[in-house]
DNA sequence: GGCGCGATTTGAGGTAACGCAAACCGTCTG
DNA sequence: CAGACGGTTTGCGTTACCTCAAATCGCGCC
């Protein structure tokens, strides 16, 4: 990958967005690339955090294992997203892994020369700062939806969360663009894989989905799953 | 409230923790202070974002509504806790609204003035930043809690955060010093007033906790709380 | 094409936790 | 001290959701 496809990256990412073309040259030169294929791990919870990843094109899917073995998918992480950084700042262990669910091209820093362009580029740091702030208001409106809202709910607004931040207008309604298992949605919105599945088999009768038995899904009217999900 | 007692304040707070005296003495110098009687609000949600501000001493209850009138209690804040920054660095409306549960003494500085304490000192804002990665690690084991450990286990481990963050030792045990309804409890943990009453009433009954019908929680057997906490 | 595997669908039964309702008890007020 | 009030306790019926179990289907592989 040449400089110019790196600025062009680094240019999307949230976290340089907006400022001066010296800063996005100088963050670009500076940065690895790495390509992490399908069903790979870019890190492993438990690891040693020591540097700072940008999602270039590609999906990862982010997990947290909990002790006693089981399983919860934090986010979805597309072009763009900051991973690892958390970690990096607060000198802990990676708390999380980011797995690929399609080939994945990320750029890398080093701990030690990220810290250097926020050195040099004090705007860098607010916007980090700002990325943190949104992950903070993600994680406490996800909180909120699964401390007091019924499942049925919660998967409506899981779909619809991810519909917005990944889908693709096709000719049947928006499509979910990657494999996303019953499974992963059970892990997201706390519940079980057959609770999902039942679930979707409803919605799919009722005309609201496409997707049976299959890969990816089709929103074919998503006023209905919002109001679904704004139910009292 | 003069500069030694500010300075103090200031030294304690996590965010300016382990930095040069100077930096401290400037920070204090530039606060203001502000004080909230019991039941009273330091902002509420929904309101412009303005000015950071950092718990002196007192206790502050982290409230959520919901746009169906739900509430949940994201978290209880001390002394040295930073409130209010995520908003202000996002420049979004104020999420929560924090509630003095005993009369609280802040140190608030406008926004500005931060930014202009942040752009002089760079490790104040590393600072600031892995106090976010802090918060944004513990609604991630929340979350994980509630999505996938059951009622019992929630508030137990619930109950031993508070107590490791505020708890004081007495001869009875670890007591929480301060008022904590089971209603807040049920609030936190996802769950019911009514269960969370059924639960401690059991807990007293074996001799687990002390507390029934009133104020000040005492934790006699820290150790099957814990054992109850991490129950497969 | 036949086989096997993993993801999904669907059924049936059980239960943790909710929702409603009533009683209870400190505490503050007049 | 009577009375009212807010937090708490407890009982009981209900239910949303889980758990266990089995059938079904698509897909890759030989």
Redesign the pocket.
Known sequence: MDKTARIAIVERAKLFAGLPPETLSEAAETAQVRVVDKGDVVFRQGDEAGHHFIVAWGRLRLDQTTPDGKNIVLRFMGPGDLVGSVAVWRKVPYPATPLAVEETRLLVWSDARMMELMQAHPPLAMKAMNMMGGRIEELQERLQQVATQ???RRIAATILKIAGQSGRKTEAGVEIPFAL???DLAEMT??????V??T??GW?DEGILEG???SHLVICRPHRLVEISEQA
Do not use: A, D, N, Y
């Open positions: 019924q499942v049925e298992s019953r499974q706390g519940t079980t894989l057959h609770t599945s039942r979707l088999s799919i049976r038995r299959s």
